[in-house]
């Protein structure tokens, strides 16, 4: 099967370091699940790569949400209301994909993908400035 493996471009950086190391720990483990479907490794392998994507976004989003207390950054709120949504979304997708509710069509992978994209490249992008600005 063809595979989609991410990187991290140009246009998903945002020039903070920790941020951008944490992003690409995230796409490591969104490509760690890639791999594991493409070559047909059992169901658990499977399970272990989504349920590590969602330990590392909720411990990024910790972070993030501190360093954006931490510089005052003015729209916080929505920010942590985004978070919120994207955890509560991959949550449920892990969930089900251990209760074999969940298969990893193609079409799947493409969602999966687009949340990870949607934050990197669409809502975190929002802060960058505010806090590039302060550094
Ligand atoms: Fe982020
Ligand atoms: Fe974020």
Redesign the pocket.
Known sequence: MKTDYLTLRENFRTGIDP?DEQ?REMIECYNDLERAVATGEPHEARVNALFSLADATRR?FRF?ENLLEANDYPDLARHRGEHEALLEQIDDWASRLRDGELNLTRDTMRLIREWLLD??VGS?QHYVAHIRHID
């Open positions: 941020v992003h990024h993030e934050h990197m975190d």
